[in-house]
């Protein structure tokens, strides 16, 4: 099983450049997010789509766009990078609900993650 | 908003040994869950334990186990019989049961772990 999977692993920019990083998970998961981890910080929320069609701000949305393609996918943009962009990235999925022998449950709230990618910012 | 803090940006342990990560967080709500993530060097992050908040019962994983103390906010991790597999960055997390806030989980900022031999 792929699981999630993330692309570029990693990747260097310069100030201003724009990037795009993929994120595609085959759980058939309804939600989705990314994070930055950074030295000393944990992870942080960057955006988060709840459902297809749906995404919202997170702790630090700025300087980043994302796009939930389709149920599979999400990707996060960088329209002009930043050296405060340095960091790795993660994205994650996990379903709300759903129906295992005909009993609904909801789930426990564990994330799935991908394996993350290095971005650097010169 | 709910906090999350690991007081220990380093610990370390002898292998076979027992040692504990500390994990505080603040929070208004009454249920929610309470996770222990595990970041080896490769990066990749991996569920170690779960806890839910109305559960008075604290959960265990093989050598992994929690002490959970709801009223004093506090969730720590033990590690019995330490394995040099054990090192890496320890993560305690926070989610809220509220769908409304994109059930998200809010970290705290690591405990690196070296387990020496």
Same mark, same amino acid.
């Given at each position: 099983?792929?699981?999630?999977?993330?692309?570029?692993?990693?990747?260097?920019?310069?100030?201003?450049?724009?990037?795009?990083?993929?994120?595609?998970?085959?759980?058939?998961?309804?939600?989705?997010?990314?994070?930055?981890?950074?030295?000393?910080?944990?992870?942080?929320?960057?955006?988060?789509?709840?459902?297809?069609?749906?995404?919202?701000?997170?702790?630090?949305? =700025?300087?980043?766009?994302?796009?939930?393609? =389709?149920?599979?996918?999400?990707?996060?943009?960088?329209?002009?990078?930043?050296?405060?962009?340095?960091?790795?990235?993660?994205?994650?999925?996990? =379903?709300?609900?759903?129906?295992?022998?005909?009993?609904?449950?909801?789930?426990?709230?564990?994330?799935?993650?991908?394996?993350?990618?290095?971005?650097?910012?010169? | 908003?709910?906090?999350?803090?690991?007081?220990?940006?380093?610990?370390?342990?002898?292998?076979?040994?027992?040692?504990?990560?500390?994990?505080?967080?603040?929070?208004?709500?009454?249920?929610?869950?309470?996770?222990?993530?595990?970041?080896?060097?490769?990066?990749?992050?991996?569920?170690?334990?779960?806890?839910?908040?109305?559960?008075?019962?604290?959960?265990?994983?093989?050598?992994?186990?929690?002490?959970?103390?709801?009223?004093?906010?506090?969730?720590?991790?033990?590690?019995?019989?330490?394995?040099?597999?054990?090192?890496?960055?320890?993560?305690?997390?926070?989610?809220?049961?509220?769908?409304?806030?994109?059930?998200?989980?809010?970290?705290?900022?690591?405990?690196?772990?070296?387990?020496?031999?």
């Amino acid at each position: 099983n792929a699981g999630v999977t993330q692309t570029p692993k990693f990747q260097v920019l310069k100030t201003g450049q724009s990037m795009t990083l993929q994120c595609a998970q085959d759980m058939n998961h309804n939600s989705m997010y990314w994070y930055r981890q950074d030295p000393g910080m944990g992870l942080r929320l960057i955006y988060y789509s709840a459902s297809e069609g749906t995404t919202d701000k997170g702790e630090v949305p =700025n300087g980043y766009n994302v796009s939930r393609l =389709n149920k599979r996918e999400f990707s996060l943009r960088l329209e002009s990078a930043a050296p405060s962009q340095t960091s790795v990235y993660f994205c994650a999925s996990r =379903n709300l609900r759903g129906t295992s022998g005909g009993e609904l449950w909801l789930d426990t709230g564990e994330l799935f993650f991908g394996e993350g990618s290095r971005l650097t910012v010169l | 908003a709910q906090t999350v803090t690991q007081s220990q940006p380093e610990m370390s342990v002898q292998e076979a040994e027992t040692v504990t990560l500390s994990c505080t967080y603040d929070t208004s709500e009454s249920d929610y869950y309470l996770f222990w993530y595990k970041q080896p060097p490769s990066r990749q992050m991996i569920l170690v334990i779960r806890q839910e908040a109305y559960k008075q019962q604290n959960a265990t994983e093989n050598r992994f186990s929690v002490n959970f103390q709801k009223a004093a906010k506090s969730f720590s991790l033990k590690i019995s019989d330490s394995q040099l597999g054990d090192a890496a960055m320890y993560f305690c997390a926070y989610r809220s049961v509220r769908e409304t806030s994109g059930s998200r989980l809010t970290f705290g900022e690591g405990t690196q772990l070296t387990v020496n031999p």
